[in-house]
């Protein structure tokens, strides 16, 4: 009885999963995922989240507590608490009602470092209406010591129910939390609750959940740990509930009904798992390493399709303030120059011109099409003495006078699946790449090959526009070109391991981008250069 007191577990699934879903679970699975937690004995249930807008039903998102009521079983559990968040900033106390026990018991604020008092200064509007306030210091990793200590002398002058260490970025090791915990359970008033929200992008919320609560076992302080059900939560997402519940039923005599736990998860879950994406990844391991705000790693890989490594460099050239935050027009800014990379191309170009100028120039992009039908490809380029160029790529069976990439991932990938004709090709690279020791190099500015206006402007398939816009200054009698495919369902290259990771829709988004791509340069070298498709292609320009 004395550790059901001290530690109490939190499931913040209908709250953080929001992120996920756009609050829109859906009225059956609210209901179904509320009444089933309640029944396994979940001590707190995070139902969502309290916003100024109306409440839109089937979503988690309300805009008073009355609109929860059709959401939760009546009678309550009493020995349930029922919790909603707002954010300090972004939701006005005067829309809450008085507490009538109809709906939830508590509310949760969350605040940033710069604007302790302004969350603070919310318990009492919350507890003049009857609710319990609860509060979340966001990024508590961001804190000194002395912050700290400053916060918690705050914290025990206003008394709320609990105040939560929260690893924002999940940044956070067993070193950090345990500094941090000394400084909370040494110095907090022993009457208010700790509590533990982590993210998982260094894989270590379970483990810092373990700790957690093994640091308070013998400790005044009672505590809360949050999870959620699958770890379902914003980017690398959150501990497991059902592996914080079976922990704390086998270590700490609690007695969570994990049936019920994972026949919550068989019956509302599966649907949102097969949906969408939560959970470690190496770009949430990057956010994580260097603490930045999940939306830049969501907005370079939406926008920009970045990959891994060139993630991991604008993130880490981003000072403190800027990976913290998320200001898509800086963070534009920081991409854009990591890619345009001035270097002096005039005798690259030159070099170029001087072996390409009057010649029929083929170039072979890494789609289905070149690989089925090479010896439709191989006939054109013998009838017409080409210049065979591949394109972010090499294709088994074909010979090339040079190799063009602008991508630096297509580039490694190249190098190692296809050493020798790597090796003896000449390559034509734009700046953004990392050639060093590659004698066999001829570099291009990036930035005077790319063009904007659409919204995949570089997705990578995008290096076919850019080679034929580098063609286009070297003045060639003719363009041909094979591979240039797009997407459609099932598999796009003849090589399994230069497929995009992305989903039917984008797929046809990018197929219009690249169409419109295509129509532009169509219509800018109208006149003065000629484009035949030796393959078929949903790209080409009829007229």
């Known amino acids: 009885m004395e550790m059901d007191r001290k530690i109490q577990l939190l499931d913040c699934t209908l709250r953080d999963g929001s992120y996920i879903v756009d609050s829109k679970f859906g009225t059956s ?3 179904g995922i509320i009444k089933r937690l309640q029944d396994a004995k979940m ?19 309300y805009h008073t507590p009355d609109d929860l009521i059709q959401y939760l079983s009546q009678p309550k559990d009493p020995k349930t608490t029922y919790v909603a968040m707002i954010d300090y900033n972004r939701y006005d106390i005067n829309n809450l009602p008085f507490y009538d026990g109809n709906s939830i018991d508590a509310i949760r604020v969350v605040f940033p470092k710069d604007k302790i008092d302004e969350g603070l200064a919310l318990a009492d509007p919350i507890r003049n209406r009857g609710y319990k306030v609860f509060f979340q210091a966001a990024n508590t990793l961001g804190y000194t010591d002395a912050q700290i200590l400053v916060l918690i002398d705050k914290i025990n002058k206003v008394k709320p129910e609990a105040i939560s260490v929260v690893d ?27 509590g533990f929200h982590s993210h998982n992008n260094l894989q270590m919320s379970f483990a810092l959940a373990v700790q957690f609560v093994d640091s308070f076992a013998s400790k005044a302080h009672s505590v809360i740990i949050d999870a959620s059900l699958c770890g379902m ?9 059902e ?6 039923n086998k270590k700490y005599r609690k007695d969570y009904d994990i049936n019920l736990i994972v026949d919550t998860i068989d019956i509302y879950m599966t649907q949102f798992l097969n949906s969408y994406e939560w959970g470690y990844s190496i770009p949430y391991y990057i956010s994580g390493t260097y603490q930045s705000h999940v939306n830049n790693i969501a907005y370079l890989i939406k926008n920009h399709k970045t990959k891994s490594r060139d993630l991991k460099i604008i993130i880490e050239g981003l000072d403190e303030n800027a990976r913290r935050s998320y200001d898509y027009n800086n963070l534009e800014k920081a991409y854009v120059d990591y890619m345009n990379k001035e270097i002096d191309d005039y005798s690259a170009k030159d070099e170029l011109k001087t072996g390409l100028s009057d010649r029929n120039i083929v170039l072979i992009a890494p789609g289905n099409s070149a690989y089925l039908q090479r ?35 297509r580039y490694d990938y190249a190098k190692e699946s296809n050493p020798d004709m790597f090796r003896k090709t000449k390559k ?16 291009i500015n990036f930035n005077d090959l790319i063009k904007r206006g659409w919204k995949h402007f570089d997705i990578a398939e995008n290096a076919r526009f850019l080679c034929l816009r580098l063609m286009d200054f070297m003045a060639p009698s003719e363009i041909a070109v094979a591979g240039f495919d797009g997407y459609d369902i099932g598999e796009n290259y003849y090589d399994t391991n230069l497929e995009l990771n992305i989903s039917l829709k984008e797929k046809e988004e990018f197929n219009i981008d690249l169409k419109e791509m295509m129509r532009d340069f169509v219509e800018m070298t109208k006149g003065h250069l000629k484009i035949y498709f030796i393959t078929p292609s949903r790209f080409e320009i009829k007229g």
């Open 29 to 31: 699975a609210i209901r």
């Open 43 to 61: 001590d707190i249930i995070e139902c969502g989240w309290l916003k100024n807008e109306p409440h839109k039903k089937g979503t988690a998102f």
């Open 168 to 194: 924002t970025f999940g940044a956070m090791y067993g070193d950090d939390l345990t500094r941090i915990l000394s400084l909370f359970s040494h110095n907090l008033d022993p009457e208010i609750k700790i």
């Open 233 to 241: 939560g914003r980017g690398a997402g959150n501990a497991n509930t």
């Open 243 to 248: 592996l914080v519940a079976g922990f704390l």
């Open 375 to 409: 010896a439709e490809v191989e006939g054109y380029i013998e009838r017409h003495n080409g210049i065979v160029i591949g394109i972010n790529s090499i294709l088994p069976g074909y010979s090339y006078d040079y190799l063009f990439f602008s991508n630096a991932m």
């Open 428 to 443: 034509i690279v734009t700046s953004n790449i990392n050639f060093v020791n590659d004698k066999n190099v001829i570099a």
